[in-house]
């Protein structure tokens, strides 16, 4: 192998990281609780990530008229988005249970007198003011757990913005998830801006839904028509439930559809769809290239992810939520299974799982990517992200299809044999 070869490579790679950072390298960042968009023109601009250090408030809920009065409070700073999960206040470590408030002030020309806000979801509600108006609220924000409510639905919110100044105050409390805080960026620009970059995510989103619950319906129906093929089946169930993940997490497009959602359900449809999609996802791994031969290594898999799926129907999500970093290493557990499974089947000259070596080192690429982005709370690239994940479905489809005609073909040549044994009987009759 000449030495071009992975130095293109990595140049490649390199340049790929690039185009993903250019929108956060080229955009001002918010320092101690001001950003300063009196330069920038926001209609070439496109939407703005408020990230950056805010002014923090932990355990006080403030409203805008607690900013005017003689007294003000005296603000630590805090960089966003970012969870407040072991965030060190003096000799005080906090945990995910908690409230806060939030505050920026941004500096700006004149123009345009309207604006709109891309609010995503927070651990687990909030209340969002704009210049002493309240723009925007999910749940019920409270210093009392009993009171608290949470919920998850993200809105796109256009208001006039006539002056030179905006402040931002966000209320925000949580008492019902293992993370408290707000992990994802708030973004800033005109309507047109904002909303074709919320509607190229929606769409991006609805396509992968549509297309895997498609993908679902027909090779769950494939195999009631055709008994006996289980790997068509796992695989129907692991389109299946991935859709519905897809709906339930990252932009939750459930609510778009269903505006009163219990958010209860709904986290734990979320973290089941997940688990169900690991575990059928081994089992179709298993079925196709092992041939139903007994591992033990396969049963503790199944085992673990049963005791998971168990718990997280059982506890309330302040406890369940708390299995996903401890899950985490069990998914890097099961692709390193199916890699193993999947090298021995090339070994034995199995061709058709080269299309599933392949999505195996997309699925690890896109997972590493968005655990990544969950655990450190770094933007993620949904468009990118939906594409990949289809992609990898595709290819899982194609083993399938390969093990079809190669079926088909052995039905050809059995045919092909009855005939012509059924000739010769006859000549020699």
């Given amino acids: 192998m000449s030495m071009a070869e992975p130095l293109s490579a990595s140049k490649l790679a390199a340049f790929l ?15 101690h609780g001001s950003l300063d968009l009196t330069r920038t023109d926001f209609n070439s601009a496109g939407p703005i ?53 939030y505050r920026l002030i941004i500096k700006k020309d004149e123009k345009p ?25 999910n749940g019920t924000v409270s210093t009392e757990a009993s009171r608290a409510k949470p919920a998850w639905q993200p809105y796109v919110k256009i208001f006039e913005a006539p002056g030179e100044t905006l402040e931002i105050i966000l209320q925000v409390s949580n008492f019902h998830h293992n993370r408290g805080g707000v992990h994802k960026s708030i973004k800033l620009g005109t309507p047109e801006n904002i909303n074709k970059h919320h509607e190229s995510i929606m769409v991006s989103n609805v396509f992968l839904v549509g297309g895997l619950l498609i993908l679902g319906a027909f090779f769950i129906g494939f195999f009631l028509i055709r008994k006996g093929q289980s790997a068509t089946l796992y695989f129907g169930l692991l389109c299946l439930f991935w859709g519905i993940r897809s709906l339930f997490s990252n932009i939750y497009l459930i609510t778009s559809f269903f505006d009163g959602i219990s958010w209860q359900l709904a986290v734990k449809v979320e973290y089941l769809s997940l688990y169900l999609s690991m575990l059928v996802g081994m089992l179709f791994i298993s079925q196709v290239f092992l041939n139903d031969k007994k591992s033990i290594f396969k049963y503790i898999i199944i085992m673990i992810n049963y005791c998971i799926i ?17 899950y985490q290493f069990f998914i890097a557990v099961n692709f390193l299974f199916a890699i193993v499974v999947i090298v021995r089947a090339i070994f034995k000259k199995q061709y058709e799982a080269w299309f599933s070596a392949m999505s195996i080192i997309i699925g690890i690429a896109l997972f590493t990517y968005e655990l990544t982005a969950y655990a450190l709370v770094v933007k993620v690239n949904f468009i990118f992200l939906n594409f990949g994940y289809l992609t990898i479905f595709f290819l899982n489809s194609l083993v399938l299809a390969y093990h079809f005609v190669g079926a088909y073909k052995q039905i050809v040549i059995l045919e092909e044999e009855k005939t012509r044994s059924l000739e010769g009987r006859l000549r020699g009759i």
């Avoid at 900013?67 to 995910?96: C, I, S």
């Avoid at 007198?113 to 609220?137: C, F, K, Q, R």
């Avoid at 168990?310 to 401890?326: C, E, G, K, N, R």
Wanted: hydrophobic share 50%; aromatic share 12%.
């Fill in 17 to 31: 990281l690039l185009l993903l950072a250019i929108p956060a390298i080229s955009q001002p960042q918010v320092q």
């Fill in 49 to 101: 990530a408020l990230d950056g250090e805010w002014e923090f408030y932990w355990k006080q809920v403030l409203f805008p008229a607690d900013f005017v009065a003689e007294n003000k409070p005296e603000p630590q700073y805090l960089k966003m988005p970012a969870v407040w999960n072991d965030l060190k206040l003096g000799r005080t470590e906090l945990t995910g249970e908690g409230y806060a408030t």
């Fill in 310 to 326: 168990a718990l997280t129907i059982i506890l309330p999500p302040v406890f369940f939520t708390q299995l996903l970093p401890a």
């Fill in 113 to 137: 007198d309207l604006l709109s806000l891309d609010i995503p979801n927070v651990y687990t509600n909030y209340a969002l003011w704009v210049n002493g108006t309240l723009l925007a609220s």
